[in-house]
């Protein structure tokens, strides 16, 4: 006689890091992810020669910071990781898989806590890497001008990696948004309206307090994070991590608490 043994629980048991193998096998098995990660390496990439290929030194862009320079195509990369991070989450509740998610993963915060590592893993290291390609390859065409630099000067390492950064915390933020309104449309226009649009509008007043608080704004930090000098009108580097840090953490931390007390 054969006797049957009832499989082991841990067999079966709901871990963090089979989560996030779940995550990160539906982001890399649907072709609309890695047609938008693409896209913004692209931008990155393609602006970036053409910037230095066109580059003339005494022009209009003598003043701008290499760096800058160089990764001008981060704020259309911008766009696309945006749209990356409102898909991982608002598009299941498009889709209705985010059902699926949950019934598999009762407790539901670590869906979301792992949808937020898989992107930050996979953005933070495609765009660091695309940074650093990008700039090299833009100093090919600007090494006999007067942006000529190097991954050695002061800054520059920093400010690559700062620009990746940036664009995953910016990403991030959209991933929270979309968690947060459980609308693809409707994180989209939330995201425009009152992260890329309020601050241009508020900069409008006449009142010194307004133009400082705008330094913190979402994307003006991140602009602050990818310069390897400081950008008049811009904080530094580290209170620019920070504030774009808490942004970030608080909506996420709203899109837990919406989660976790609201019904799918």
Request: cysteine-free; overall charge positive.
């Amino acid at each position: 006689m054969t006797t049957t043994h009832p499989a082991a629980p841990s067999a079966y048991r709901i871990t963090p890091r089979r989560v996030m193998h779940a995550e990160w096998h539906k982001l890399r098995s649907l072709r609309s992810s890695w047609v938008t990660v693409i896209s913004a390496v692209v931008m990155v990439l393609g602006v970036g020669l053409i910037m230095g290929a066109t580059y003339t030194s005494g022009g209009g862009d003598s003043d701008v910071d290499t760096v800058v320079l160089s990764l001008y195509g981060s704020v259309l990369a911008q766009i696309f990781l945006v749209v990356l991070g409102i898909l991982m989450t608002a598009g299941e509740y498009t889709t209705g898989m985010v059902r699926s998610s949950l019934t598999a993963v009762p407790a539901r915060l670590p869906v979301l806590w792992a949808k937020a590592a898989v992107f930050t893993g996979t953005v933070f290291s495609v765009m660091l890497v695309t940074a650093v390609v990008t700039f090299a390859a833009a100093q090919a065409f600007l090494q006999d001008t007067d942006q000529a630099a190097s991954f050695t000067d002061p800054g520059v390492l920093r400010a690559l990696t700062g620009n990746a950064g940036a664009l995953t915390l910016l990403g991030l933020l959209a991933l929270g948004l979309g968690a947060l309104l459980r609308s693809v449309p409707g994180a989209i226009g939330a995201f425009i309206g009152g992260i890329m649009i309020l601050p241009e509008i508020l900069g409008m007043l006449p009142y010194g307090i307004v133009e400082r608080a705008i330094m913190y704004f979402p994307t003006q930090a991140a602009g602050a994070l990818g310069s390897a000098t400081l950008i008049p009108g811009t904080i530094s580097p580290g209170p620019a991590l920070l504030a774009l840090s808490l942004w970030t953490g608080t909506t996420l931390a709203a899109a837990a608490l919406t989660l976790k007390r609201r019904d799918v």
